[in-house]
């Protein structure tokens, strides 16, 4: 596991997921709350993996250049930061249109049914 991740199991987790993982989140949030397209999500995503990775190898003396640890984490970056912005921007459309939307879920809004109203 610590070839493919380019770096050990608790410093994928602490580092990757809760740090990194917390910074893709309020990227996702803020992203959705000024009705930026998703699509770039991908390239805020791709900077925070290059972050990442210089983190673990400055800190924790990981591999700098690792293409399988620089995927896999801006997976989970990515993933983190859909995520948040499908959230954010069900909450907002919801919030924004309470009298067209209501929430269906997590991550979606359905139209208001008409005796719903």
């Given at each position: 596991?610590?070839?493919?991740?380019?770096?050990?199991?608790?410093v994928?987790?602490?580092?990757?997921?809760?740090?990194?993982?917390g910074?893709?989140?309020?990227?996702?949030?803020?992203?959705?709350?000024?009705?930026?397209?998703?699509?770039?999500?991908f390239?805020?995503?791709?900077?925070?993996?290059?972050?990442d990775?210089?983190?673990?190898?400055?800190?924790?003396?990981g591999?700098?250049?690792?293409?399988?640890?620089?995927?896999?984490?801006?997976?989970?970056?990515?993933?983190?930061?859909?995520?948040?912005?499908?959230?954010?921007?069900?909450?907002?459309?919801?919030?924004?249109?309470?009298?067209?939307?209501?929430?269906?879920?997590?991550?979606?809004?359905?139209e208001?049914?008409?005796a719903?109203?």
């Amino acid at each position: 596991m610590e070839q493919l991740l380019g770096v050990s199991l608790p410093v994928f987790i602490g580092l990757t997921v809760v740090l990194m993982g917390g910074a893709a989140f309020m990227t996702g949030q803020g992203m959705a709350s000024k009705w930026r397209p998703m699509r770039t999500a991908f390239l805020y995503t791709a900077l925070l993996g290059l972050g990442d990775r210089f983190l673990i190898y400055a800190l924790f003396g990981g591999q700098l250049i690792s293409v399988t640890g620089y995927v896999i984490h801006t997976a989970v970056l990515t993933l983190i930061c859909l995520a948040a912005y499908r959230m954010t921007q069900a909450r907002k459309m919801v919030k924004q249109y309470p009298w067209l939307y209501e929430r269906a879920g997590l991550f979606g809004w359905r139209e208001r049914s008409p005796a719903a109203g």
